[in-house]
T-cell receptor
Framework: GAGVSQSPSNKVTEKGKDVELRCDPI?????LYWYRQRLGQGLEFLIY????????KSGLPSDRFSAERTGESVSTLTIQRTQQEDSAVYLC???????????FGPGTRLLVL | AQSVTQLGSHVSVSEGALVLLRCNYS??????LFWYVQYPNQGLQLLLK??????LVKGINGFEAEFKKSETSFHLTKPSAHMSDAAEYFC????????????FGTGTRLKVLA
């Protein structure tokens, strides 16, 4: 079956612009996660959605970062007023429930000039 | 708090040689442990996971890992490397209590030499 998909695969933007990243989870997966992977570093947890429950936003690095998910469908991660330190690969994952294995998408590589 | 340390950001082995990728963790509770592999331009793929059952865990593509509580380690091994094993490998830990927050190591890039 189809895995997690993300778009765009690459995004180059200018400092100060807003960007929107999209994640399509595996159908039927109630849990969705966003991670950030900076060059040479491990993945950092950003945010977690579980069904219609309030998301866990504890990993968002600043108020410039926000994410939305409608029900158990797609999610968008928005970064406002991008900074050069936001350059990273943004990975999305989904799982059938919170304690089940997380399946990752290919990521969006963001470069802020 | 949980943490993961992967020793060696780059490892090179000859084709046919043993692959050993090291992972040490710290956790205040019995952990769940994972190894993921990331091929170029692809997402992370689960190789194997430990969830407090058998300490020797077998995964896909001939990989296995052994949970050693006394050493707080979860090293990944494969008896004979293949060229297709060249990728980046990530170890991750969760606190085993159904948490969704995985803590990832910084990754080890495996190079396989012909």
């Amino acid at each position: 079956g189809a895995g997690v998909s993300q778009s765009p695969s690459n995004k180059v933007t200018e400092k100060g612009k807003d960007v929107e990243l999209r994640c399509d989870p595996i159908s039927g997966h109630t849990a969705l996660y966003w991670y950030r992977q900076r060059l040479g570093q491990g993945l950092e947890f950003l945010i977690y959605f579980q069904g219609n429950s309030a998301p866990d936003k504890s990993g968002l690095p600043s108020d410039r970062f926000s994410a939305e998910r409608t029900g158990e469908s797609v999610s968008t991660l928005t970064i406002q007023r991008t900074q050069q330190e936001d350059s990273a690969v943004y990975l999305c994952a989904s799982s059938s429930d919170r304690w089940e294995t997380q399946y990752f998408g290919p990521g969006t590589r963001l470069l802020v000039l | 708090a949980q943490s993961v340390t992967q020793l060696g950001s780059h490892v090179s082995v000859s084709e046919g040689a043993l692959v050993l990728l090291r992972c040490n963790y710290s956790s205040s509770v019995p952990p769940y442990l994972f190894w993921y592999v990331q091929y170029p331009n692809q997402g992370l793929q689960l190789l194997l996971k430990y969830t407090s059952a058998a300490t020797l865990v077998k995964g896909i593509n001939g990989f296995e890992a052994e949970f050693k509580k006394s050493e707080t380690s979860f090293h990944l091994t494969k008896p004979s490397a293949h060229m297709s094993d060249a990728a980046e490998y990530f170890c991750a830990v969760s606190d085993g209590a159904g948490t969704y927050k995985y803590i990832f190591g910084t990754g080890t890039r495996l190079k396989v030499l012909a």
